[in-house]
């Protein structure tokens, strides 16, 4: 069965894309059919994250009636299916955002997963991807106005029938995580997904125009966020590839450490 996300904040800047990116690339490499769709179109930057920003035909195009969805997608990392919008200001006023609900039941029919990257703030173009999805996730930094920011999000959604299923909270630091998550959970009302660490793998390898968890496999962040994609997707343990590999090296260093006694 299809399952459509949208990743959605409230706050502008907290991950959306990147989280919409790397999350969706890992599960095209854990093998399902996966496609990222960047619904910011007043601001898209998906495209520009993955070197795809002069591709002919955008979302822009086909929420103005003038290209067909199929024209639309295009092959990202690790065979990730990638919907980009366009980032010129004439695209975006002649785009319908009223439109996306028949372009999603195109997409469905492609994928096992569809990952929908929102817009931040509470436009007209930013809550209809709350409405379509099966499930909402709220992206939040450990910060009081992401916090709140993201509990007005969670009471629009379910305002227009949507629901959240759970909460990552990305850059996240050295502070305590558990009473961080606790207290997350408690004002938002939802589960904590999990937590992606603050890392600065996450700005080079977007200078490459690559998701980390293709740049930089084995970094804090691409290990967080497999594990998520894994989490959503229900893959178990011992299928979560370069995790096992993780798991590995530690094995290894414990055994040449021990051998040095
Ligand atoms: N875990 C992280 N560690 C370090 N930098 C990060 C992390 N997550 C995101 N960033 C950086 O934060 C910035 C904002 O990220 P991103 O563009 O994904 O946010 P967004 O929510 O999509 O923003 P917008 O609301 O403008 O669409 C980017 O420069 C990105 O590289
Ligand atoms: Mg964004």
């Known amino acids: 069965m299809v399952r459509v996300f949208t990743f959605a904040s409230g706050k502008g800047g907290t991950g959306k894309t990147t989280v919409t990116v790397n999350i969706g690339t890992s599960l095209a490499q854990f093998g399902k059919r996966t496609i ?8 898209a ?5 993955l070197g795809l920003e002069d591709v002919p035909v955008t979302l822009h195009e086909v929420l103005a009636g003038k290209a067909h969805i199929h024209d639309a997608v295009y092959e990202g990392p690790a065979g ?30 492609m994928c096992d997963f569809l990952l929908i990257d929102a817009p931040a703030g509470i436009s007209r173009d930013g809550i209809i991807p709350l409405a379509v999805a099966d499930d909402v996730i709220l992206v939040v930094n450990p910060e009081l106005s992401s916090i709140v920011d993201a509990l007005k999000t969670k009471i629009l959604t379910e305002v227009v029938g ?6 990552i909270v990305n850059r996240a630091g050295l ?7 606790q207290k997350m959970e408690k004002v938002l009302g939802v589960r904590v997904l999990g937590t992606i660490p603050e890392d600065q793998n996450i700005r080079k390898a977007a200078s490459f125009k690559t998701p980390i968890v293709v740049k930089f496999p084995a970094s804090s962040a691409s290990v967080a966020i497999r594990n998520l994609a894994a989490e959503i997707a229900g893959i178990p343990l011992e299928q979560r590839g370069p995790q096992s590999q993780e798991r590995f090296i530690e094995r290894f260093t414990k055994v040449l450490f021990r051998g040095k006694k």
């Open 36 to 43: 990222i769709m960047d619904a910011d179109i007043g601001m």
């Open 45 to 49: 930057n998906m495209g520009l994250a």
């Open 80 to 109: 990730v299916k990638v919907v980009p919008s366009g980032i010129s200001l004439q695209g975006f006023q002649q785009a319908n955002p009223e439109r996306l609900k028949d372009v999603l039941g195109d997409l469905v029919e």
């Open 162 to 167: 949507g629901h959240v299923f759970g909460v």
């Open 175 to 181: 502070e305590k995580s558990d009473i961080i998550n």
